[in-house]
T-cell receptor, first 114, second 120 residues
C-alpha cells in the first residue's frame, strides 16, 4: 500500500528565513504533486513533478523530485506571511486503463511570523 | 478560468439519513474523483471515476457510498445512511483528458471548494 509522509508536520518560521519541507513515499511513482490549502479552503495546485531530477520554481517556492530516493522537497526562500498555509504532497498511483488516484501526505502546516 | 463547483457548501443531517453531494466538474474533463478531509487531518481518497464506471475505490468507500454521473455534467456522491464519523469536508476533483486514452499526468487534479458535511 502506498504511503506518503511529510515532515515536519508543523513549521513556524520567521519572515525572511529559508526552510525545506520533505515528502517521502513508499512505492515507486514518477508523478508527484504539491498542493496548498488555506484554512477552510480548497486545494490549490502548486507543482506537478513528472520525472527524476525534476525541479520547478514559482516565486519563493521550489520543488524537486528524486524518484530513486522516493523523496520530494519543497523549499521556501525568504518566507513571507502570505505563504502561511498547509502544504500537501501527493503521489499518483495508477492501473493501466483506469483513472489514477492521488495519495496525499500528512500535510505540513506552515506559519510565517514577522 | 473554469472551476469545479460543489453544492451545497454546508450540509447538516441527522445520523441515518441519506445525503447527496453534488459536483459539476470542469466541462472538458473526463476523470472525476471524490476525496474527504476530516477537520485538521489529511486528505483521503474515496473514489475515482472514468468512462462511466468506478476506476478505483478506497476502504472508506463501502456499500453506504455510491457515485453517479446522471446527466453528463453532474457528478454526485451519495451516502445512504450517514454515521457520525462521516462528518468531514468532501472535495470533488476532476482532471483533463489527454485524448490518447491515458491519464494526462502533467495535469493536476482541480478541486472544488468542498461540501462540509455535519452529521448530528
Amino acid at each position: 500500500e502506498l504511503k506518503v509522509e511529510q515532515n515536519p508536520l508543523f513549521l513556524s518560521m520567521q519572515e525572511g528565513k529559508n526552510y525545506t519541507i520533505y515528502c517521502n513515499y513508499s512505492t515507486t511513482s514518477d508523478r508527484l504533486y504539491w498542493y496548498r490549502q488555506d484554512p477552510g479552503k480548497s486545494l490549490e495546485s502548486l507543482f506537478v513533478l513528472l520525472s527524476n531530477g525534476a525541479v520547478k520554481q514559482e516565486g519563493r517556492l521550489m520543488a524537486s523530485l528524486d524518484t530513486k530516493a522516493r523523496l520530494s522537497t519543497l523549499h521556501i526562500t525568504a518566507a513571507v506571511h502570505d505563504l502561511s498555509a498547509t502544504y500537501f504532497c501527493a503521489v499518483s498511483h495508477t492501473k493501466v486503463g483506469r483513472a489514477d488516484k492521488l495519495i496525499f501526505g500528512t500535510g505540513t502546516r506552515l506559519q510565517v511570523f514577522p | 478560468e473554469p472551476e469545479v463547483t460543489q453544492t451545497p457548501s454546508h450540509q447538516v443531517t441527522q445520523m441515518g439519513q441519506e445525503v447527496i453531494l453534488r459536483c459539476v466538474p470542469i466541462s472538458n474533463h473526463l476523470y472525476f474523483y471524490w476525496y474527504r478531509q476530516i477537520l485538521g487531518q489529511k486528505v483521503e481518497f474515496l473514489v475515482s471515476f472514468y468512462n462511466n464506471e468506478i476506476s478505483e475505490k478506497s476502504e472508506i468507500f463501502d456499500d453506504q457510498f455510491s457515485v453517479e454521473r446522471p446527466d453528463g455534467s453532474n457528478f454526485t456522491l451519495k451516502i445512504r445512511s450517514t454515521k457520525l464519523e462521516d462528518s468531514a469536508m468532501y472535495f470533488c476533483a476532476s482532471r483533463a483528458y489527454s485524448g490518447r486514452g491515458r491519464v494526462p499526468y502533467n495535469s493536476p487534479l482541480h478541486f472544488g471548494n468542498g461540501t462540509r458535511l455535519t452529521v448530528t
